[in-house]
T-cell receptor
Framework: SQQGEEDPQALSIQEGENATMNCSYK?????LQWYRQNSGRGLVHLIL?????REKHSGRLRVTLDTSKKSSSLLITASRAADTASYFC???????????FGKGTRLSVIA | DTAVSQTPKYLVTQMGNDKSIKCEQN?????MYWYKQDSKKFLKIMFS???????INETVPNRFSPKSPDKAHLNLHINSLELGDSAVYFC??????????FGPGTRLTVL
């Protein structure tokens, strides 16, 4: 069953702007992960945030997690054309079962 | 030095045929997965193997049979292919609960 739901489904911004994507989920989790998929390619892991963490940074990426609201956000700062891709959130629940993916946000960064 | 590899990358075949997709990981992970991504980009778990044992088998027709000869390999065999099987199939591996590493995908087209 689908767990994560990304919002918006599609986002188009100018290069240099920040992009924010949101993810909501339904059940308790062990961790939440964000992945990027370029067109025609496999998914690439971006960042993992555990249920006892509230914020995590990796380069231009910032992820927040609010377990009370069962939501997470991914912020990409100073976006580049190369950031154009689909972004998926995925959750691992308390039983450490495999990832359950949302449908993704398609980000287009226009140069 | 490929982490997760899949073969073939493209597979075009007639309805009713039997085909296999191979997956290998050289990361020393204990868990491997097969996902199906449909035309709407929705990524769904099919199978999960931990140390050669099946731990997840989602609602997948029994025409799909995974085989794990060892921890580094998880092959997917599909019998009596149907039009609806056309999709991109991704193999992935991880140590349970942690980030997953994905293969490049196999685009299956059933004619």
């Amino acid at each position: 069953s689908q767990q994560g739901e990304e919002d918006p489904q599609a986002l188009s911004i100018q290069e240099g702007e920040n992009a924010t994507m949101n993810c909501s989920y339904k059940t308790s989790i062990n961790n939440l992960q964000w992945y990027r998929q370029n067109s025609g390619r496999g998914l690439v892991h971006l960042i993992l945030i555990r249920s006892n963490e509230r914020e995590k940074h990796s380069g231009r990426l910032r992820v927040t997690l609010d377990t009370s609201k069962k939501s997470s956000s991914l912020l990409i700062t100073a976006s580049r054309a190369a950031d154009t891709a689909s972004y998926f959130c995925a959750t691992v629940n308390s039983g450490n079962t495999p990832l359950v993916f949302g449908k993704g946000t398609r980000l287009s960064v226009i140069a | 030095d490929t982490a997760v590899s899949q073969t073939p990358k493209y597979l075009v075949t007639q309805m009713g045929n039997d085909k296999s997709i191979k997956c290998e990981q050289n990361l020393g992970h204990d868990t491997m997965y097969w996902y199906k991504q449909d035309s709407k980009k929705f990524l769904k778990i099919m199978f999960s193997y931990n140390n050669k044992e099946l731990i997840i088998n989602e609602t997948v027709p029994n025409r799909f049979s995974p085989k794990s000869p060892d921890k580094a390999h998880l092959n997917l065999h599909i019998n009596s292919l149907e039009l609806g099987d056309s999709a991109v199939y991704f193999c992935a591996s991880s140590n349970r609960g942690n980030e997953q590493f994905f293969g490049p995908g196999t685009r299956l087209t059933v004619l």
